[in-house]
């Protein structure tokens, strides 16, 4: 079953707003990580977040966990064209760590 | 310092045919997860190995597919007798660790079954 769910599936903004896409997941887990994949290309890896860490900084980018409420968000401030791709959150379960992925968010940044 | 490297790329087979996918894992890697990706959808794991064993393969189909990760060379995933629904992008992770550690994705190698 899909464990990580994006929200929104969907989203276009103007080049300098910020975005803000949302993750919720149904069990408990080790660690959350953010991906980007351009259209047709590979996955490129964000942040990873703990279970126990509470929001976490890269750049432009800002990732918060709640796990109370099964959740993350991922905001990426000053948006620019190149930042035009789908973004996943997957979670990391049990010894094995095999990430679970949602469907992603399609951000599409118009210049 | 590679990243994790897939070949080929792209793979067209006829439905009945074998198709080997290979990864190499970033250097100091040894641990590997394969995943597959429907057009417009996430990405589904299928197993997860280390260095010649097998951990994970909960996410693997039990007919046609397997998957090795030798001591030396790069991992593989095999299907045997492609059919058309295995058409997909199939990407490749490596870690350094199995918990708690970032896994970082290979280009990908994209099937067509024709």
């Known amino acids: 079953s899909q464990q990580g769910e994006e929200d929104p599936q969907a989203l276009s903004i103007q080049e300098g707003e910020n975005a803000t896409m949302n993750c919720s997941y149904k069990t408990s887990i080790n660690n959350l990580q953010w991906y980007r994949q351009n259209s047709g290309r590979g996955l490129v890896h964000l942040i990873l977040i703990r279970s126990n860490e509470r929001e976490k900084h890269s750049g432009r980018l800002r990732v918060t966990l709640d796990t109370s409420k099964k959740s993350s968000s991922l905001l990426i401030t000053a948006s620019r064209a190149a930042d035009t791709a789908s973004y996943f959150c997957?979670?990391?379960?049990?010894?094995?760590?095999?990430?679970?992925f949602g469907k992603g968010t399609k951000l599409t940044v118009n210049p | 310092n590679a990243g994790v490297m897939q070949n080929p790329r792209h793979l067209v087979r006829r439905r009945g045919q074998e198709a080997r996918l290979r990864c190499s894992p970033m250097k100091g890697h040894s641990h590997v997860y394969w995943y597959r990706q429907l057009p417009e959808e996430g990405l589904k794991f299928m197993v997860y190995l280390q260095k010649e064993n097998i951990i994970d393969e909960s996410g693997m189909p039990k007919e046609r597919f397997s998957a090795e990760f030798p001591k030396e060379g790069p991992s593989i995933l095999r299907i045997q007798q492609v059919v058309r629904g295995d058409s997909a992008a199939y990407f490749c992770a490596s870690s350094w660790g199995a918990s708690g550690y970032e896994q970082y994705f290979g280009p990908g190698t994209r099937l067509t079954v024709t």
């Open positions: 997957a979670t990391g379960q049990g010894g094995s760590e095999k990430l679970v």
